[in-house]
């Protein structure tokens, strides 16, 4: 970690989308190769370890992907429906969640996983009730963002209309999105309409300087 910091630091870059929250057991997991691979309270350990090496060398970091993936399928290519028990991600995907928040990492990254027991049918990414989650229950004050919202999940959800709007109204923080022009004018034309409301873009922009802030981007 201390490595990558390092190197990210000398090519101009301040935060690191890492690390892997995620608890996966199963070497076929999609998501296995990209976890550490242990159980969850090791998983939190790792975190810890790595969100504050990062913090330490002046370097932000980001926990993915919330609620924690599992043994979904690979979402870049279609939609992942997850029908695991809510008593499941209390007992292990939390945990090293839990672990990152506590040692102060600054931002937590959405997964586009259809959570069946968080919020039926709607992908975690836009879904109010889990990130309502991520707030009330996990406490987490930093700042939200999205997967990459032009993953197939995501297109074969909204059906190829641009998901800005309702990542918003989700509760992200910031958006990672291909078609940023479209996005843009999507989100304004809902603030100016009244669907978004301009407090909540005010304490989306709130966290994101408050962020930059404590790392010394702004003065």
Not at 112 to 119: A, G, K, P, R
Not at 170 to 187: P, Q, R, T
């Amino acid at each position: 970690t201390l490595e990558k910091a390092n190197l990210l630091k000398k090519l101009g870059l301040n935060v690191n989308l890492a690390p892997v929250a995620d608890v996966s057991l199963n070497p076929t997991d999609y998501m296995f190769k990209r976890a550490l691979g242990k159980p969850a309270e090791e998983t939190g350990n790792y975190v810890v370890a790595v969100v504050k090496t990062m913090q330490n060398s002046g370097l932000s970091s980001t926990l993915k992907h919330f609620p924690g993936y599992g043994n979904n399928v690979n979402t870049h290519t279609g939609i992942a429906i997850d029908n695991r028990s809510y008593s499941s991600f209390e007992k292990s995907d939390f945990i090293p969640f839990e672990a990152g928040i506590n040692a102060g990492v600054e931002s937590v990254l959405f997964s586009h996983n259809i959570v069946e027991c968080m919020d039926r049918g709607v992908p975690a990414s836009l879904s109010p009730a889990v990130h309502q989650i991520l707030r009330n229950t996990l406490h987490f004050t930093g700042v939200i963002m999205t997967d990459d919202l032009s993953m197939d999940a995501i297109k074969d959800y909204t059906h190829n209309t641009n998901p800005a709007v309702k990542a918003v109204l989700a509760g992200n923080d910031m958006l990672m999105i291909n078609d940023f022009i479209g996005g843009y004018n999507s989100v304004l034309e809902a603030v100016k309409t009244g669907v978004i409301s301009e407090g909540q873009v005010n304490k989306a922009v709130f966290r994101i300087l408050s962020w930059k802030y404590a790392r010394k981007i702004l003065n």
